[in-house]
């Protein structure tokens, strides 16, 4: 059974009335729209916006859900950014669960990194993850949304909650398969040559 | 969706409650033996906890508790019964059972049954990650389980009897058997910190703990509890005075990533009162915790002596898989 993006209608959220408050924390999904072609993999950036410019809040540690059909795509590939450190470099630890459920990949990173250190090379929004899906068999102009799961939580450089007051997701449509560019050619140059033998005759 | 429902009988109460035990010592300095297990001394005022004739005969294990007096004279009891009648310890609990079941078990259950009519609903809690065994060390709920904690209400009788314990959860679809791991531990209820120390299997790593699988059945399912082979013999846990870093989690007098991974391990669920995983005391294990013990490394950049040799940069690094 197919969920269609009305399954994640409520995970678009926007909190906190209508207008966001200053320096709102806002954790999105992006691009916010995209082609999704089956077969092809597609990349997604879990960004943050709202924090302080080099300055408080920044961000200590994220512990998010990525929610999206399991039945149109699949979770082939993550990387957590460097916005609160280099893993490889020790500085941060990803302690993301992964696939927890069907539909709910879980993402997580906690820094190493003082309150001061973390101010200092945080700008207010940065890539918090990249996470790369194989898209399934989408139906043209069949719309999903990557969004988020069961929890996503902030931890600020002291760690305390730091309150997400925007949720964005990214909706998907699908698109056809485009020709590859060898066939296309392929292609022009039979219908040149019909042209050209039709002209001989 | 389809829930799976699966009911499984708890052991003989006989093993969970009349002739389990450990040995609970308050130690004075001094080093000696009792049954047959060399005691190290530890610090003055302190309290012991360990079972020194593990072994099992028939399923019960055969431990005793050791106290000394007000005198500092070793004195036994021989269950937790006994422990709370002649000396008042407050707050010890009957040996509640533990059983590690998956992640996505819920609407879980009980009841008591003692076969002549004393009965009842067991007091359940779930969703656990974490146990507090003792001042310096954690039970972790293997990755993709929860712990289940079922024990005999406030104010039932149980010296001398015998119990079934049944437990009922569910599960999403129905994907046939499941395995489940259960436990027997002492309950220490020390007001702001409980403890429970495991005994039937002695162990405090749930990977040595035998997996019991339990196939899809409409009649409940006998779980039996394992004894390993050296019991509780020489185990000891250490239930007060002994002062730790807050966030050393795997007991090696320091705080750093293994700590942290252990810590993120185990979050996203409730703590119970006391669990040093819940560094800001909340009730819950989440990430803002992870992000306070980070804080608290002991090692420089939080590395291990595995991923750094100190001061000479990083030998090898770590990654959660």
Known sequence: ?201 | MSMMQRTMLGVAATAAIGLSGCFLQTISGATFAVGGSLITSVQTDSVLTTCVQGGSTGGNVECTYFFTDENGVPVDVTSSADLISEFGILGVVIDPLILQVPLDAGNVSGTYDDGAGLSGALDIQSGFRSIPVDTHRTLFAEPGQQFIIAELPDGVPFDGIGFVLSLTFEQPGDDGAVSVKPLLALKYDAGKQVFHTPFLPCVTDMTAVPAVTIPTAATPQPIPVASLPQGCNGEQYLLAGFGVFACDFDADNDVDIDDLVLQASARNAPALPGDRLDNDSNGFIDINDVRRCALQCTRPACATSLTRDEGRGFVRGERQP
């Open chain 1, 1 to 201: 059974m197919r969920h269609h993006s009305g399954l994640f209608a409520g995970l678009l959220v926007a909190a906190l009335g209508f207008s966001a408050p200053a320096h709102a924390i806002t954790v999105s999904v992006l691009p916010f729209a995209a082609d999704a072609v089956p077969g092809t993999t597609l990349t997604l950036e879990l960004s943050i916006s709202g924090l302080g410019a080099q300055a408080a809040p920044s961000l200590g540690a994220f512990d998010i859900d990525i929610g999206f059909d399991p039945a149109l795509l699949t979770v082939t590939g993550y990387v957590p950014g460097d916005g609160l450190g280099s893993v490889d470099a020790l500085e941060a630890i990803d302690v993301g669960f992964g696939l927890t459920a069907p539909g709910n990949f879980n993402v997580g990173v906690v820094s190493i990194l003082g309150e001061g250190t973390l101010n200092a090379i945080q700008p207010t929004a940065f890539v918090l993850a990249t996470v790369e899906f194989l898209v399934g068999s989408i139906g043209i102009g069949e719309t999903t949304v990557v969004g988020f799961g069961t929890s996503a939580a902030l931890s600020d450089g002291f760690g305390d909650p730091l309150a997400i007051d925007v949720l964005t997701a990214s909706t998907l449509t699908g698109a056809p398969i485009p020709l590859p560019a060898p066939l296309g050619l392929f292609l022009v140059a039979l219908a040149a040559l019909a042209v050209f033998r039709r002209r001989e005759q």
